[in-house]
């Protein structure tokens, strides 16, 4: 949460980025894909947790069948388009592209440009500035972890809006109404709400404070945290007092409050569940999240809203524009006593009461949000026709198996089961079904471009990988040097408060060392401990080892390591033996490798360039002339073609010897039988007009 406080918009600040929390963040999204497929195809989130397992019961094997996801979560069409299975979004803001109103993401600023353009394409640039942040990681979960080609990030946006992926939105539509642009895939439910009120035993000190008077202004902040709570604290204080209010104030993750100075009209709120307090105060000032913007306005009462970050200026903007409380939404960073206080008193308004009042009507009519949810999401699934879902036999049951030589005959597990258990079929019969396709780039639209993009394409694999072995060399050397920094920081002994070396387990110079601590076998000499040149000063290892050679005796098979340095204890100071390993720590630690070592790494990233330059280059004429062969097949579609043919899923050998017979038949048979075809389709769609183009 702090996170987004510091980062309200898309871009992170200059900070952020210094401090490497960006990188941080890909990580955990990165780790977060991989849930994401987990819970698609286990049964638990990790197998071998026995918690989980135990959670299960019989820990029965499952597979989705659909799935149901918010549009941030990214991974999700991508789990879909792998399983084959619907996919379904829900959300409580909007992600569809609409003239209505921007990107609740995108910072607008109005200009000269026409409204409607500017809302719309804020959808898709949004979607970019995503893509550019998160393309690589999506790529490589889909090929790593999916087995899926990658996307191209320049025709990634927008791709659920091509593909019709349908959406539900939770929020009422007598606040905002469904845009007369978006088409019959998006439906809006209603908000959601939890019933947390009726378990609720409010504080005695709560109770008395609402029944000594007028009820109070509630003011809250939920989950977000501020830099300066005790600056805010005192400026809500003052506010109130301006605005001549009782307040209830929520504490919050913010630690808002001033132990000993609160004001005897305010109450500092604990956690308190707002479907029990809102019905009692007479108007909520908040931060704009969606659920506490949607109780607030089921409960009737007029609304402030403070955005931070997020979608929260836009609930800011719907609510004011509703006239349901506060002209418009004060930015945090704007924020003084003076406009908290106005802000409270234009909620306090008889118009503002109205229109809150209202919104709290139309919310009831429109009945269970959460119900309505889900009969949207049965509503899209494919349970009719040619594409149901159904089992064939089993119709309460979803498919997952069909016959290889019938595809009208899908079975659920169970019917697939009892089949071959009575030997009707052998599961070498059978195939896994899938109902949904979620192909979204079908090619280039005709084949120049397409014959360019691909050599682009080619040409570009073939410079990042010569290109990119400068860089692999680079990285090599930063790990190689961090190891060695770790190693010496584990071999410098630890020194005293008193300046001196530690004494727990320690021998003096005098005393002879053991020959399986400092043996060339055993010992450091194979550069456990990095390079000797980053050793602190003083006299080097080399000299203190020579001066120490007659006072040892036998270091029994070499006294010298392969670098030729003298292996033995150090004269005139005490060396830690590392009770674990047996091992002098203050020894040198340069490898009889080390250089070789080095070599031989940087001579497989080259190799490794090579090799990605190579493969480019031998795929060149394979990306060139499939490019081109798409480029035909979908040239049609430039001049108002509706008939163009979904290329088939190619998923092996056998799969594309179909696809290449398909083309081949399809594309003779619609080009014959397009000589007429497309006139008549014509005339009775459009006329005249209609037949001069189908010609």
Known sequence: MAFMVKNPGLIPSLSTVKAGEVGRKRDSMFEMFQGFWRACINATDEENDPANRSMMEAWNPFVADAI????PSFAHVHCAERLGIPL??????????????????????????????????????????????????VNRFRVHTLGLEPVYTVWAPGQLFRMKVPYTYLWSPGLIPKPAD??????????????????????????EFLEAGEPPVYIGFGSIVVDDPDKFTTMIFEAVEKAGVRALVSKGWGGLGDEGNTPANIYMLENTPHDWLFPRVSAVVHHGGAGTTAIGLKCGKPTMIVPFFGDQPFWGAMVAKAGAGAKEPIPYKHLNAESLAEGIRQCLSPKAKTHAEK????????????????????????????????????QDRV?????????????????????????????NDLRLVRHREWNDFEGPGEPLTGGGAALLYSAGGIVRGIGGTPVRWAKTLRKREKKQVQRRESATPKISTEGKRSTSTKRKASEPVSTEATSPETGPANGEYGMQKHLPGGPSLEERGRSSLGKTGSLGKSERNQNGVPIGPLQGSETILE?????????SDVSSGSDDNLAQDMAVDAGMGLAMSGKALARAPIELSLAIAQGFHNAPRLYGDTTVRTPLRITGIKSGLHAAGDEFVFGVYDGVTGLWLQPYRGARDNGALGFVQGV
């Open 68 to 71: 149901i996801a918010n549009p």
């Open 88 to 137: 379904h979004l829900m959300f409580t803001f909007p992600y569809s592209p609409t003239q209505q109103f921007p990107h609740p993401l995108a910072n607008i600023k109005k200009t000269n440009v026409d409204t409607n353009y500017t809302n719309f394409m804020s959808y898709p640039l949004v979607e970019m500035m995503t893509w550019q942040g998160l393309g690589d990681l």
């Open 182 to 207: 978006w088409g019959p895939e998006i439906d809006i439910a209603g908000f959601v709400f939890l019933d947390l009120a009726s378990s609720f035993r409010p504080p005695d000190t709560l109770t």
């Open 359 to 394: 919104l709290a009507k139309d919310i009831e009519l429109e009945g269970d949000g959460a119900k309505n949810a889900v009969d949207s999401f049965h509503r899209h699934l494919p349970l009719q026709g040619k594409n149901s879902m159904r089992c064939s036999i089993i």
């Open 399 to 427: 498919a997952a198996w069909e016959l290889k030589k019938a595809d009208l005959l899908q079975l659920s597990p169970l019917a697939a089961e009892l089949l071959i258990k009575k030997k009707k079929l052998k599961w």
């Open 579 to 587: 009770e674990n390993e047996g091992r002098v720590s203050d020894v």
